[in-house]
């Protein structure tokens, strides 16, 4: 089960398993973004590369108008997988928020 | 113990429910379960992208014989497709420049110990070993 839900504060929460069968929602939500959004990841257990290459996508666009994604509250697990890919020079990743 | 998946993405949520069958009273770790589950999802997302030409299911077979755990994707009637063969990525590759492809692969040969392709008879067979962690 896979949730991908705009919040009230403007933040976009996650919970659930994003894997590639996903993908088409999270673009769904993900590409309506026009300015710097935080990205709570609070609920997620699990992310893919197919995930992974959904935020990228999105984080590109947005870098384009000078904008990005803020990754907040991700569990340890998926916060090793951002590590393993190198991706924290990407994404600005806030590990206190 | 092995069992068949449609050759599409939406099979993942069955596999991964396949995989908690095995992990269940295993004591696998939380990190061991997640790399279980991104190494299949990666091996077999593959099949269902380069061998889209063959309807037929694919076989995935998981063994756990006290910390080792093998892996087995088997791809039916198929060319052959070696995804360690894949492109690699540059991790200092500029934002704009870079792609995800070719990146779920190479994370998963960081996450398991071995990666092994075969092809034999039109069928695709990618083994993976990892030792799991307490």
Known sequence: MFVITPADNGDVLLSGRFDAAQVDRADAVLGRLQTTTRIDFSGLEYISSAGLGCLLKAQKRLAQSGHGLILIRMNKLVRDIFRMARLEVVFRIDDDA | ?134
């Open chain 2, 1 to 134: 113990m092995q069992r068949d998946f449609t050759k599409a993405v939406s099979s993942l949520s069955e596999i991964f429910a396949f995989i908690d069958e095995h992990v269940a009273g295993t004591g696998i770790s939380p990190a061991g379960v997640y790399a279980m589950y991104f190494v299949v999802e990666e091996l077999f997302t593959n099949m269902v992208k380069y061998a889209a030409a063959s309807a037929e299911d694919v076989t995935i077979a998981v063994g756990i014989d006290g910390s080792r755990l093998t892996i087995q994707l088997t791809d039916h009637n198929v060319e052959p497709f070696d995804p360690a063969n894949a492109p690699k990525v540059d991790p200092s590759t500029p934002l704009q420049e870079r792609r995800i492809g070719g990146l779920g692969i190479q994370l998963v040969q960081q996450m398991v110990d071995d990666l092994q392709y075969s092809y034999a008879d039109r069928c695709s067979t990618i083994t993976i070993t990892k030792t799991l962690e307490p």
